[in-house]
């Protein structure tokens, strides 16, 4: 029997593509995610092969994370390979600062991923076995113009997931984070300024798989993009402040005629 991955924020988007690439590859993908419908399109995919079961979830719900792996345990067997991918983007700027937002922000893209590593960390303890992969990005390196709230819980799973990689370090578990640049989702077609470089949800999920099968820590796509903003990270903070403010990748605003 194939093994089994488990992809949360499956429904749409990265989560959607990648369920879809793994089964390319011989997996059998279990998905969750909130809306039941988007869950429901995707088995019906003739690309799903009959090989992507739905598991609607809601990862800031905690007792149901948890009996939603144990329930995809007792039916499809381990969870070899835990994709993290649910995420909201909500605007935070000056003019519309809400701690509403990023309190919103907070409790999906980094409690709901805390909820899913509660659920499947001890089960891949027991078996010394297993690779988690959460779903970040770019804005994880440094500030970005507009993004104080998703920058901020995507810097967070960063540094919770270099934590986890250091305390498996010597087991048979693999943690590692997918650094997105721009994708083309439903989430970044509601960006109110420009999104340079921005890739389909088909070519980041082929780059994941690819990463997927290393044991590299940061997955990143693209490349390139991500080497420039990872860059940045060494950079003093009032050069980079002048640098981003003038730059489209880091969602500032070029000098006319630039």
């Known amino acids: 029997m194939s093994e089994i991955a488990w992809i949360t924020g499956g429904g749409s988007g990265l989560g959607r593509a990648t369920a879809l690439r793994l089964v390319a590859d011989g997996w059998r993908v279990a998905v969750s995610a909130r809306t039941a419908a988007d869950l429901d399109e995707l088995v019906a995919d003739p690309a799903a092969q009959g090989r992507i079961h739905a598991f609607p979830c809601d990862v800031t719900d905690r007792a149901a994370v948890l009996a939603t792996v144990d329930r995809i345990e007792r039916e499809h067997g381990p969870i070899v390979l835990a994709l993290l991918a649910a995420g909201i983007y909500l605007p935070v700027g000056l003019d519309d600062f809400s701690a509403a937002n990023i309190e919103a922000m907070f409790r999906i893209n980094v409690f709901g991923v805390a909820n899913a590593i509660e659920a499947i960390m001890p089960r891949f303890r027991a078996r010394d076995a297993g690779r988690l992969a959460v779903v970040s990005s770019l804005t994880q390196y440094r500030g970005f113009t507009r993004n104080a709230g998703y920058g901020a819980t995507k810097a967070a799973l960063l540094t919770m997931c270099e934590t986890l990689r250091l305390q ?8 590692q984070v997918v650094v997105a640049g721009y994708i083309a989702t439903r989430m970044t077609a509601k960006a109110p300024f420009p ?12 780059q994941t798989v690819a990463g997927l099968k290393t044991d590299d820590f940061e997955i990143c796509m693209p490349a390139d993009i991500i080497a420039r903003v990872r860059a940045a990270r060494g950079m003093p903070a009032e050069d980079y402040f002048e640098m981003a403010a003038r730059t489209t990748l880091f969602g500032g605003v070029p000098p006319q005629g630039a």
């Open 195 to 206: 999104l340079p470089d921005i890739i389909s949800a088909e070519d980041a999920a082929e």
């Open 168 to 175: 498996t370090r010597g087991t048979g578990i693999t943690v």
